[in-house]
C-alpha cells in the first residue's frame, strides 16, 4: 500500500495522505518526479516498463511517486535506487521543470530532475516488476526511439530541456 501526502497547486503539503489508487478531492494534488541521469559519457540511463504494467515494454526515464515524508529531491533518488539501482549523489540534481497538472480524480505536481552524475556507462540492474531492461543511450536515440513510438512521448518538454 502507498500513501501518498497532498499538496495544494503551489506544492506545500496540506498535512493530509490519500492511499495510491483512490480519487482525490478538486485541488489536491499529489508530488511525481521524473529523473533524467546523465553520465560524464553525456548518455541517459533509460529503462523499459516491466510487461505488467501499464504501457507496457515502452521506454522511458526513471519515475514515480513520492511516498508520505519524501521531498521531491527525496522521492527522486529513492525511485533512482529502486528502479535502476544506481545511487544518486544529491548534490549532482537539479528541478529542470516543474509542471502543475491538474486531472479528474488524480491531479499531479511533476518535478523533473536532472542529474549529472560522475560513472561511466555502468551496468544498471533492475526492479524486476517495475522495469524489464535498462540502458544508456543518447539523446538523438532517445529522440529516434520517440518517433518509432518505443519512447514515452509525453516528455517533449523536459527533453528540450536537457542540454
Not at 519515475?63 to 521531498?71: E, Q
Not at 535498462?134 to 523536459?158: D, Q
Amino acid at each position: 500500500m502507498e500513501i501518498w501526502d497532498i499538496l495544494d497547486a503551489s506544492g506545500r503539503k496540506t498535512g493530509r495522505t490519500v492511499e495510491r489508487g483512490h480519487i482525490m478531492a478538486p485541488g489536491d494534488y499529489h508530488l511525481v518526479v521524473d529523473v533524467w541521469i546523465r553520465n560524464r559519457n553525456g548518455k541517459y540511463l533509460i529503462s523499459k516498463r516491466a510487461p505488467n504494467k501499464p504501457l507496457p515494454n515502452i521506454w522511458e526515464t526513471t519515475s514515480g511517486s513520492a511516498i508520505t515524508g519524501d521531498d521531491s529531491l527525496a522521492a527522486a533518488i529513492r525511485e533512482a535506487k529502486e528502479e535502476v539501482g544506481v545511487n544518486l549523489d544529491r548534490s549532482r540534481g537539479r528541478v529542470i521543470l516543474r509542471q502543475v497538472r491538474p486531472g479528474a480524480g488524480s491531479s499531479t505536481i511533476l518535478d523533473v530532475w536532472l542529474f549529472d552524475e560522475k560513472i561511466g556507462d555502468v551496468e544498471p540492474t533492475c526492479q524486476v516488476d517495475e522495469v524489464s531492461e535498462a540502458r544508456w543511450a543518447t539523446k538523438a536515440e532517445i529522440v529516434e526511439m520517440i518517433a518509432s513510438g518505443l519512447f514515452v512521448s509525453h516528455i517533449g518538454p523536459e527533453l528540450a530541456l536537457l542540454e
